[in-house]
Nanobody, 127 residues
Framework: QVQLVESGGGLVQAGGSLRLSCAAS????????MGWFRQAPGKEREFVAG????????DYADSVKGRFTISRDNTKNTVNLQMNSLKPEDTAVYYC????????????????????WGQGTQVTVSS
């Protein structure tokens, strides 16, 4: 069983930055692909960014490429999402997720590929 706890959300003006963190419990974190998803009111949950278990590969939604950066520290069981140049359309609840298929070869972009989820953290970007 893996528990994920997000932190770092908040209110920021357009053009500003936020850094989200996700702390994971469990011994197998270093073998899990990790992802960030978000869900805005009235919309489906969407993929934002993902990072392979080794950190060697990352993937981003087109809407955040060049603005967001995902990283992980397997010694601390954490995954982070640095969000720069934030826009009002980035407003959503952001979720950390773990793909428990050990040593995956690819970063999954579908929510169904992830097995464990955090409770979410609200990010609000004002115009």
């Amino acid at each position: 069983q893996v528990q994920l706890v997000e932190s770092g959300g908040g209110l920021v003006q357009a053009g500003g930055s936020l850094r989200l963190s996700c702390a994971a419990s469990g011994r197998s974190f270093s073998s899990y692909t990790m992802g960030w998803f978000r869900q805005a009111p009235g919309k489906e949950r969407e993929f934002v960014a993902g990072i392979l278990w080794s950190g060697a590969s990352t993937d981003y939604a087109d809407s955040v490429k060049g603005r967001f950066t995902i990283s992980r520290d397997n010694t601390k069981n954490t995954v982070n999402l640095q969000m720069n140049s934030l826009k009002p359309e980035d407003t959503a609840v952001y979720y950390c997720a773990a793909d428990a298929a050990n040593w995956s070869l690819h970063v999954g972009v579908r929510a169904a590929q992830y097995d464990y989820w955090g409770q979410g953290t609200q990010v609000t970007v004002s115009s």
